[in-house]
């Protein structure tokens, strides 16, 4: 990530050097808190746990919905399983767009019931 301040050419330095090492350098012009991929992560994993929480639809059927519509190989939940429910359970409460309804769903019958995602062998769903 680049301020203002930094030389363009040492950030396109860091950017090659990144990229030699093995890793997939993304670059950012600016500060942005969350990069680029939890800015386009937590809106969708918010709106799906809003679905769900808010009684709208099943998981598996928002799940099913976005996979059919995007081609991706997971579904919010099937991610939110990987990363693990007590992650975003804290982004909920302490973040500065977390929903406490969405929150309360999410402890009352997920956390409290030590369904904490794939780590756990159980979130969303059932793993073995």
Same mark, same amino acid.
């Given at each position: ?26 670059p950012?012009?600016?500060e942005k808190? !969350? *990069? ?5 992560l ?5 709106? +799906?746990? %809003?679905?769900?929480? #808010? !009684? *709208?639809?099943e ?5 099913w919905?976005?996979?059919? +519509?995007? %081609?991706?190989?997971? #579904? ?9 429910l007590?992650t975003?359970?804290?982004i ?10 969405i ?12 369904k ?13």
């Amino acid at each position: 990530m680049g301020t203002p301040e930094t030389d363009p050419a040492v950030f396109d330095q860091i950017v090659r050097f990144a990229g030699d090492i093995g890793m997939v350098p993304i670059p950012i012009h600016k500060e942005k808190a !969350g *990069y680029v991929l939890n800015t386009l992560l937590v809106p969708l994993l918010n709106a +799906a746990m %809003g679905l769900a929480g #808010g !009684g *709208y639809a099943e998981v598996e059927d928002i799940d099913w919905t976005w996979r059919i +519509a995007t %081609g991706a190989p997971m #579904g919010p939940f099937q991610i939110l399983d990987m990363i693990g429910l007590t992650t975003p359970y804290n982004i909920l409460t302490h973040g500065p767009s977390g929903d406490p309804k969405i929150a309360a769903w999410l402890k009352e019958n997920y956390i409290d019931k030590g369904k904490l995602g794939v780590a756990t062998g159980e979130g969303f769903y059932k793993y073995a």
